[in-house]
C-alpha cells in the first residue's frame, strides 16, 4: 500500500467514525460546524435579491450549494477521492439542516444575531409547521443514505486507484 493510499484511508476510517459520532447525536457540535454556519448566513445575503422566502431559505440552500459545487469541482477533474471526501460533507450537512428544521417550533437553539428562526418561518409560511419533526427525520435519513454513498465512493475509488512507480507513472499490472 502507498503512503498515499494510506493516508486516504486514514481519512476515509476518520471520516466514517466521526460522521457516526454526529449522525446519532443531532446536538453535536463539531470540526466544520462553524464553518457551516458562516455559509449559511452568507447564503441568506447571496439569495436575499430574491425575496423573503428565498432570503430565508437561501442560509440552508447555500450549505448545500457550496460543498455539491466542491463535489462538482473533483470529480470534473477526475479526482474520485476528494469528491467523496466532499460528499461526505453534504451528509454533515444534512444532519445540521435536520437539526435546525426538527428546532421550527421549540425555537431553543441560539440564532446568530438574534433574529427569526428561518425554519419557523419557512414551514409556517407554507403551513406545514406541525410537520418539523418529521421533515427533519427525512433531511437526517437522505443526509445518513449520502454518508453511506460517500464512505462507499471513497472505498470504491481506493480499490481502483492505479498503482503508480517512484515517478508518477502507472505500474503495469
Given at each position: 500500500?502507498?503512503p498515499?493510499?494510506?493516508?486516504?484511508?486514514?481519512?476515509?476510517?476518520?471520516?466514517?467514525?466521526?460522521?457516526?459520532?454526529?449522525?446519532?447525536?443531532?446536538?453535536?457540535?463539531?470540526?466544520?460546524?462553524?464553518?457551516?454556519?458562516?455559509?449559511?448566513?452568507?447564503?441568506?445575503?447571496?439569495?436575499?435579491?430574491?425575496g423573503?422566502?428565498?432570503?430565508?431559505?437561501?442560509?440552508?440552500?447555500?450549505?448545500?450549494?457550496?460543498?455539491?459545487?466542491?463535489?462538482?469541482?473533483?470529480?470534473?477533474?477526475?479526482?474520485?477521492?476528494?469528491?467523496s471526501?466532499?460528499?461526505?460533507?453534504?451528509?454533515?450537512?444534512?444532519?445540521?439542516?435536520?437539526?435546525?428544521?426538527?428546532?421550527?417550533?421549540?425555537?431553543?437553539?441560539?440564532?446568530?444575531?438574534?433574529?427569526?428562526?428561518?425554519?419557523?418561518y419557512?414551514?409556517?409560511?407554507?403551513?406545514?409547521?406541525?410537520?418539523?419533526?418529521?421533515?427533519?427525520?427525512?433531511?437526517?435519513?437522505?443526509?445518513?443514505?449520502?454518508?453511506?454513498?460517500?464512505?462507499?465512493?471513497?472505498?470504491?475509488?481506493?480499490?481502483?486507484?492505479?498503482?503508480?512507480?517512484?515517478?508518477?507513472?502507472?505500474?503495469?499490472?
Open positions: 500500500m502507498t498515499r493510499i494510506a493516508a486516504r484511508l486514514a481519512l476515509l476510517a476518520f471520516l466514517a467514525v466521526y460522521g457516526f459520532v454526529i449522525m446519532r447525536d443531532p446536538d453535536y457540535f463539531g470540526l466544520l460546524d462553524n464553518v457551516d454556519l458562516a455559509i449559511h448566513e452568507t447564503g441568506h445575503l447571496v439569495f436575499a435579491p430574491f423573503e422566502w428565498m432570503t430565508a431559505f437561501g442560509g440552508t440552500l447555500f450549505q448545500l450549494v457550496v460543498p455539491l459545487t466542491f463535489v462538482g469541482y473533483f470529480l470534473r477533474r477526475g479526482e474520485w477521492f476528494g469528491g471526501v466532499c460528499l461526505w460533507w453534504v451528509a454533515q450537512n444534512c444532519w445540521n439542516i435536520a437539526r435546525y428544521i426538527a428546532d421550527a417550533r421549540a425555537q431553543e437553539l441560539p440564532l446568530v444575531g438574534g433574529g427569526e428562526h428561518d425554519w419557523f419557512l414551514l409556517s409560511a407554507s403551513r406545514a409547521l406541525e410537520s418539523d419533526l418529521e421533515i427533519a427525520r427525512t433531511v437526517r435519513v437522505v443526509g445518513a443514505l449520502v454518508y453511506f454513498c460517500a464512505l462507499a465512493f471513497g472505498v470504491i475509488t481506493l480499490r481502483n486507484e492505479p498503482v503508480k512507480d517512484a515517478d508518477g507513472d502507472v505500474a503495469p499490472a
